[in-house]
């Protein structure tokens, strides 16, 4: 079996010429017109590459891949590099890379998404050209949350039923994914755009707060609903070109956003009931959406003790 030989020195990625071969042959982040299997997905049998406790499971009967570790550093590691060969074209003027990151509540995919676009944009100048020692190379990857696509609260008021869909924000039908399909395309035809954030303490989206510009080659999405497949949000879903998804235990994940509940001062009980009423049947409903994905991100049973997602 070849195995991928993958370390980290001082900061750096250092790979073996075997190794630099299997990930531009089974990662190398295709363009968006250039999607056919890698050869490796032509074989009998599962494939398991493992190194420095890292999995990658390839399943045979779609492209679609798992990678699973006990040390979420090791993830992001291994997700960088996977985005590598598209950073490195930087160069290209009309190459846009938008990866779609999805997840249950609680699952990671805010912390999950920065700490990959970080990485990138430290490691992404040793494929690309030379720069000046004294001069900073522009950031290539940026993070687009679906966050900023929320309803305001206004517009919940204006609904037939406020109360229910105040209590029930967050579950799809309190966003917008038409005007962020609307975005996305823009980014796609112009290259760059003004998106909007969320300000938790306001409660409301806040308009032209992030700006992904023409430098940005690599953007991701992240959000808990861009792999649905129902109405606006299949269109969605096909504007990307890879689909990510962080696949947690649903129990572990709602223990997380209950802790989240309680840490901005909601009472415990009331805490406990937004995760039943709400958090929770939105989370079994993203987990169905997991089957679109074209990678599936898992951590080991014995790293999530000390993970804090986010």
Known sequence: MEVASLSMTSGRYLLSPSAESLLLKRFKLPLRHQCSPSVSLRRTGPLVYKENSIKVLCSLKKEISIIEASSMDEIYDALAVRLLPTAAAASNPNLKHIVGLAGPPGAGKSTLASEVVRRVNELWPQKGPSFDSHVKPPDVAAV????????????????????EAHARRGAPWTFSPTLLLECLKKLRDEGSVYAPSFDHGLGDPVEDDIFVSLQHKVVIVEGNYLLLEEEVWKDLSSMFDEKWFIDIDIDKAMKRVLKRHISTGKPADVAKWRVDYNDRPNAELIMKSKKNADLVIRRSPQGYSNYKAT
């Open 144 to 163: 687009l949350p679906m966050d900023g696509f929320h309803l305001y609260r206004s517009q919940l008021d204006a609904m037939e039923n406020p109360e």
